[in-house]
């Protein structure tokens, strides 16, 4: 297992100029023959956050979680911006391989660095989120502090979890198309039941609390929450760090076996 996750490190630092560039094409490709070309990079997660602001805070009347605190539509920001990135993630970011057959089976490039293409070019579109999040962040009255320094640890953290998880099932979703669309139709039920839209610590059923203590998606939306909003570090939440740990150490071993054992058959199934 060691020697698998040596050669993905190796694989991934020697093409590491071309999985820059490529990435960089991903984006221009995707902005390709629009007017408002990279525009659409924000148009889309503005129109998803206003249409949910309307819903709760106007609709619902779901207000702040502190009344005394920042507006809600920072609460809001701080959990939904992370999840644009995990939402694309789980959707593309699963079966790379069918996205980059040509990188496969013409080029013979390395599997890991395809799903690290697509990591990488869905973690730019998030840093351009994060800037757009920290001006609504300073829009709001709220000043430079010192838990703002964690939003680059979780971005790394949050970069090495999920290009992971797109190693993992890229390679999966190659071989079996039906764990590509039971991935994709999971989409839904993890952006609802994660805790995107609503405090997770005020759940009071014990067992959904641990399950959600090793929900990735509900660490890494808490996190950001708490470096924007909460001012709290995410590491004083013990219970949830450690689900997050242990799945990240799950999903590190569960990659390496599977890599090992289907590096090969993929360009064959391809």
Request: contains cysteine.
């Given at each position: 297992?060691?020697?698998?996750l ?5 694989d ?10 490529l990435a ?7 902005s ?7 525009a ?7 129109i ?8 709760l ?5 779901v207000?702040s ?10 609460w809001?920001?701080?959990?939904i911006?992370p ?16 996205r980059?057959p ?5 080029i013979?490039?390395?599997l890991?660095?395809?799903?690290s293409?697509?990591?990488l070019?869905?973690m ?5 989120l ?5 001006v ?17 640890v979780?971005?790394a ?28 139709a999971?989409?839904t ?6 805790g ?14 641990t399950i959600?203590?090793?929900n ?11 470096a ?10 013990t ?12 999903t ?5 076996i599977?890599?090992r ?5 993929v360009?064959?199934?391809?």
């Amino acid at each position: 297992m060691l020697n698998t996750l040596a050669t993905i490190f190796k694989d991934n630092w020697e093409w590491r100029k071309q999985i820059g560039r490529l990435a960089m094409f991903e984006l221009v490709k995707k902005s390709r023959g629009a007017v408002l070309s990279w525009a659409w990079f924000f148009i889309k997660p503005a129109i998803y956050i206003f249409c949910f602001w309307f819903a709760l805070a106007l609709g619902l009347r779901v207000g702040s979680p502190d009344p005394s605190g920042p507006p809600y539509l920072l609460w809001l920001c701080a959990g939904i911006i992370p999840w644009f990135f995990m939402q694309d993630m789980l959707n593309a970011g699963v079966d790379v391989m069918h996205r980059y057959p040509y990188l496969v089976n013409k080029i013979k490039f390395p599997l890991s660095g395809i799903s690290s293409i697509f990591t990488l070019a869905t973690m730019i579109v998030q840093l351009m989120l994060m800037v757009a999040l920290f001006v609504i962040y300073f829009a709001c009255g709220m000043g430079f502090d010192v838990y703002l320094l964690q939003v680059p640890v979780l971005l790394a953290l949050m970069f090495m979890f999920w290009d992971a998880v797109s190693i993992l099932c890229s390679q999966l979703s190659a071989i079996s198309k039906d764990f590509a669309n039971l991935i994709h139709a999971m989409g839904t039920p993890f952006f609802w039941l994660s805790g995107v839209l609503f405090p997770v610590q005020d759940i009071d059923v014990g067992w959904i609390q641990t399950i959600l203590d090793f929900n990735p998606i509900t660490f890494f939306v808490t996190a950001f929450r708490n470096a924007f909003y909460d001012k709290t570090w995410f590491w004083e939440d013990t219970p949830m760090c450690v689900g997050f740990l242990v799945a990240f150490a799950v999903t590190v071993v569960v990659m390496a076996i599977i890599y090992r054992k289907f590096n090969e058959e993929v360009a064959d199934v391809l």
